[in-house]
């Protein structure tokens, strides 16, 4: 089947995986349960950061530094997509054509729409395929503007925040909550004006927060992904990650986290499919009626549609 | 009570329901109950854009103009706050300090946090307070990032979509779905250099978007902002487009629409709240645990989860 194709190695077994895990498939449950086995073999590494930052070319450098050291590497791309038409933008899929024909790399862009739990879902069940498909790291990219976005980049093992200088983005990570998920701290574009400013206000920061013996110091790095400079600090400061995780048990206690999250993201998307099938019918429409022109107020009618639901 | 202090225009009333609306408090459903019989009454316009395109500046002179006709004005400043840290960041409570001694404005920020049902849920409860309180028109303004932000936006009669020349913002708009919920495009700064080639995408992309005999066509209005130029202009286009959604039949429709979506996030959020709870409990932790290490598949666990639910 699909799952012993992709751990063959087949790339277009592993692209058709990806798409059932990111249309929500109904198969899905079997597909999880075929890959199951494989969990927890691949290194999971987030990387966000506001637009303009430099993310994919920073990926595209990472991979390249991972791919020199024998690894096999998975790209995840999400992109927060529209609620409305779907599908991931066509640039995404094509930026890094660098590693087309590189056979030891994977690479999708993934859009959150129709997957039940959303992104905090769709997204560790993709990096479950690149698991099965035996990827030793799989790179997580997402843009880091909304809550989802950052949400899925706290579910990887190490995460990587990327900033460039005279971007206002210290000002923004702290605003998005993108400061505390932070492992790792990349100022890209480090020949660039303000950039030693830059350095200095996430120093400072990461001084101001407190943190108790033992407890991981976040890395802050800089880079100039354009011109392949710091990439290797990059990966040093991941692999010096990797080892605390390791010697304070931290690994296990994140994949159990990430997995608790997972099962709910998946439990509440169930839940959310049983309430849209609710919506075809006439129930939710005429309490929407009635709320809308004051009868009714929202939390009495909410509570007559989940006794529809028996629960 | 408190609504009836709100309803006789006690700011401080005001803004401790919105207090409770934002922290999901338990007695929301009273006082959603209280504020039923007011709904409809506010004209409900949404700002979004991306960061740095001037919203809140936009805002502040929307809020000017509103003024000079009369009306009664709230302003509720959504911030995509952090999952990890709560609450609305300082700037955004103080910027607006132009009409902070003027009777006849709220404005209030909102962080997302700990509320049931999210963005979604909370806004709507936020505008029936303000409605509640009086409000002819209500400014919801949202970063216009990720995927929750442009719901809320969507929930609103009229939703204005700012852009600033020089940004990529057409792309930007397209990639996050925000150009599908635009009533009304403002390319703010128009001033600047590449205003007209801004205008022009917009102009191109709306020109290809099909609509049938009668459906709305999005207007493009030029504004400066920070020299209050503009906006009559935009003023304008908000009332022609109430005019149409009055003359179709599509403010009922877009209201039931937004009491729908309002009643299924509190579901939803009802439903989450259970599922939470047993995260406290063993059952989680155990399955985590055992998805974590490869024995149990991730969909299994979630249903396991579910029928402790008895749903």
Redesign the interface.
Known sequence: MLVERARAGDPRAVARLITLVESGDEV??QV??A??????HAQVVGLTG??GVGKSTTTNELVRALRARGHRVGVLAI???????GGA?LGDRVRMQDHATDPGVYIRSMS?RGHLGGLS?AT??AVRVLEGAGCDVVLVET?G???????VA?LADTTLVLLAPGMGDAI?A????IL??ADVFVVNKADRDGADATVRDIQGMIALGERGPGEWRPQVVRSIAARAEGIDDIAAAIDKHRDWLERHGEL?RR??????A???A???G???A???SL?DGTQ??T???K?????????????E??SQ???
């Open positions: 899905l449950p999880a349960a890959l199951a086995p494989y969990a927890g506001s637009p992109d927060p997509s529209s609620p409305f038409t933008i959150s879902a560790p069940q843009v503007v909304g809550q989802a976005e950052v949400e706290s923004q702290v605003k998005a909550g505390e998920i296990r994949r159990e986290a990430r997995a608790a997972e099962i709910e998946i439990a509440l169930v839940l959310r049983r309430i849209g919506r939710l429409p309490l929407a009626a709320v809308a022109e004051g009868a009714v107020d929202p939390y009495a009618a909410a509570e549609l989940l639901l028996g629960s």
